[in-house]
């Protein structure tokens, strides 16, 4: 008889602790979010600064921050909610946007700014929470080091377009881009796709066990 040794993350009991901490700021579910959380802890070693897009409550943001606290961290979200998905969305995410009475609908991703204020406080990880279009917004920052996290969770096609084209030539050699609505939404897939082929990349897409969508760039 053969015993099966299965091995725990080293933080997956933290990071299900950090979960319990921002579970109100975030609307990802536990499992992905503690998935997201050891993924990015596996690239801890690449140095440089950490920005998400779409924060909504900022708690994944403040969940990473609670592991890796020295970083620079910038969040960005239009804290509006979400921009009217078009055609090139799927029309599963127009009927989503349609369907306001669903538990699924958070006033379609609207969020006071407060809440991601105090997720990140709470880290005590040097922060800037800008608001705005990102098309408005992306362009306006210097960050010290290059990116060594990118987390995109823009939900749709032109959001995440904005996002990789102004962003992904700033993410370091070897840096991790995670992109939270890849199996989920077309919009998102689509733009990953004409993205990552518009420059010739050659990065390709991995899948963790639970399905986080991420690149390591290379090129
Ligand atoms: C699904 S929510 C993010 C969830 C969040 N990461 C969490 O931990 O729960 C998507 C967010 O993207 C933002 N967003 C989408 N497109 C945007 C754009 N073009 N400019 C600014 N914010 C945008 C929305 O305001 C919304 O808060």
């Given at each position: 008889m053969g015993f099966e040794i299965v091995r725990k993350h080293p933080i997956e009991r933290r990071a299900k602790e950090i979960f319990q901490k921002y579970t109100d700021y975030t609307m990802i579910s536990e499992s992905m979010y503690v998935e997201n959380l050891k993924l990015i802890w596996d690239f801890s070693s690449v140095k440089g600064c950490v920005i998400e897009c779409g924060v909504w409550r900022g708690?994944?943001?403040?969940?990473?921050?609670?592991l890796l606290p020295d970083?620079?961290?910038?969040?960005?979200?239009?804290?509006?909610?979400?921009p009217e998905a078009k055609s090139i969305d799927g029309e599963r995410a127009i009927a989503w946007q349609q369907d306001t009475e669903s538990p699924g609908y958070y006033e379609n991703c609207t969020a006071e700014v407060g809440f991601a204020t105090k997720a990140m406080v709470s880290t005590g990880a040097t922060h800037h929470i800008i608001k705005?279009?990102?098309?408005?917004?992306?362009?306006?920052?210097?960050?010290a080091e290059e990116i060594a996290v990118l987390r995109l969770d823009a939900d749709w096609y032109e959001s995440t377009m904005e996002c990789l084209s102004i962003l992904f030539p700033k993410v370091k050699q070897g840096g991790l881009i995670i992109f939270d609505d890849y199996f989920?939404?077309?919009?998102?897939?689509?733009?990953?796709?004409?993205?990552?082929?518009?420059?010739?990349?050659?990065?390709?897409?991995?899948?963790?066990?639970?399905g986080v969508a991420y690149i390591v760039k290379s090129d």
């Open positions: 708690g994944m943001s403040a969940g990473i921050a609670s970083r620079e961290f910038f969040l960005f979200d239009s804290f509006e909610g979400l705005g279009w990102f098309k408005d917004t992306l362009h306006t920052i210097t960050p989920t939404w077309d919009g998102c897939s689509r733009a990953v796709h004409d993205y990552l082929s518009k420059i010739s990349s050659t990065s390709r897409i991995h899948k963790t066990p639970l």
